[in-house]
């Protein structure tokens, strides 16, 4: 399995903007599917992002559509997740998690196989 360590989390007022990173280590980076997942205090963990092994492909949580952008470069073993507009209900441990399965791009956490370790953000009002 890939591991995963992601960074970048951290305290932002509402309005500000963050950019993660999660950087691959231990296999073809390029082979997987990159997602990024979050956990809000209290509340199961959902689907935010993902993006396809070449990352020609995107696809977003209705969520932070519009305000989130996920992208990878493959030559720096890296998938970003670049936040703009934060809102406070944005505060959770963000995850990022690959995936082997087949097709361009995957939404559920039990198509994931490796996970980070989590960062937290926080969005004060």
Not at 77 to 96: F, I, R
Not at 109 to 124: L, R
Request: aromatic residues 10%; hydrophobic residues 30%; proline residues 2%.
């Amino acid at each position: 399995q890939v591991q995963l360590v992601e960074s970048g989390g951290g305290l932002v007022q509402a309005g500000g903007s963050l950019r993660l990173s999660c950087v691959a280590s231990g296999r073809t980076f390029s082979n997987y599917i990159m997602g990024w997942f979050r956990q809000p205090p209290g509340k199961e963990r959902e689907f935010v992002s993902a993006i396809s092994r070449t990352g020609g492909t995107t696809y977003d949580s209705d969520s932070v559509k519009g305000r989130f952008t996920i992208s990878r470069d493959n030559a720096k073993n890296t998938v970003y997740l670049q936040m703009n507009s934060l809102k406070p209900e944005d505060t959770a441990v963000y995850y990022c998690a690959a995936s082997q399965y087949s097709g361009t791009v995957r939404s559920r956490q039990e198509d994931f196989s490796s996970w980070g370790q989590g960062t937290q953000v926080t969005v004060s009002s």
